[in-house]
């Protein structure tokens, strides 16, 4: 029996990219001080939790993946993994990532990972991904936890760093998003799913895009002016976000949409690498987290 369709039903692809993320976040807070067992429990549990997502993912969405080129292959959908097997694997992933978080990271780390895990799993596939163009918008939340996760993994606190953390990766998602619904528009359309592209055009995603590019440039570079950063992560953090708005924008209208999208797409993944690389060793020691210890009291 071949592993591999099981393999897939946990998206590895998605868990691979959290696993990066995790990383930058746990780093950031640790500032040079590793404890190995803490990182190894926080990142497998993370990975795992995702992958529980995934799965149950995979099970609510087997309709819509029939419809799609794109997914109509997969196990669920042609039948070679069951829904109730795919169902305890889910359970399974689930139960021990949130274990390893809860006992070996702390409670607070544990509970941005049910936060997600929520969002993810009950708000967007279960209803705003069928019935909103707003699904992307709120499922970016999810999307953002696993650098929050790592953070509040060794600071077990959740402060201005750990907001500051869900609000870049959340802005990050949404040009991310966009642009795999605008070059994937056919079978979101195909299968029914309200993406802003299908909704609202082509052309309103393409500016919403851009000005999402512009919103997460502006994000990113408050760790520096916040004091958790420092000037490799400021020089790196302008020259991604500048060269990924470049590319936007130049090639607005030089470029089939499919094809802007799918450019924008790739430099997005090379974005978030570097920036959660750069992260995890240009940090700083903030004093007093000025100005956003205003925002956020810590937990």
Not at 89 to 106: C, D, P, Q, S, W
Not at 193 to 212: D, E, F, H, N
């Amino acid at each position: 029996m071949s592993l591999k369709p099981y393999l897939l039903l946990t998206k590895p692809g998605i868990v691979f990219g959290n696993l990066i993320s995790v990383t930058g976040g746990f780093f950031l807070a640790s500032r040079g001080s590793i404890d190995p067992l803490l990182f190894f429990a926080t990142v497998l549990g993370v990975s795992l939790v995702v992958a529980s997502g995934c799965v149950f993912n995979n099970v609510i969405d087997r309709d819509i993946d029939e419809r799609m080129e794109r997914t109509r292959k997969r196990a669920l959908v042609d039948g070679s993994i069951g829904v109730t097997t795919a169902l305890l694997i889910a359970a399974l992933l689930g139960a021990v990532g949130f274990l390893l978080l809860l006992f070996i990271a702390n409670p607070l780390a544990a509970g941005v990972a049910l936060f997600g895990f929520v969002i993810y799993v009950g708000v967007y596939s279960l209803y705003l991904k069928r019935h909103s163009v707003h699904g992307t918008l709120i499922g970016s939340l999810s999307g953002a936890s696993p650098p929050v996760i790592g953070y509040c993994a060794v600071s077990g606190r959740f402060d201005a760093g750990a907001l500051l953390l869900l609000i870049i990766f959340s802005l990050w998602q949404m040009p991310h998003s966009y642009a795999i619904a605008i070059f994937r528009l056919d079978d979101y359309r195909a299968a029914g799913i309200p993406v802003l592209p299908a909704v609202r055009g082509i052309a309103a995603a393409k500016r919403q895009t851009v000005a999402y590019i512009v919103a997460f440039g502006v994000a990113s570079l408050l760790l520096f002016v916040a004091g958790y950063t420092g000037l490799v992560y400021l020089a790196v953090s302008l020259a991604l976000s500048g060269w990924w708005l470049y590319v936007a924008i130049t090639r607005y209208r030089r470029e089939e949409d499919s094809r802007w999208a799918r450019q924008l797409f790739g430099i997005s993944i090379m974005v978030v690498t570097a920036l959660s690389a750069v992260m995890a060793f240009d940090y700083r020691h903030p004093a007093a987290d000025p100005v956003l210890a205003a925002i956020v009291t810590p937990l």
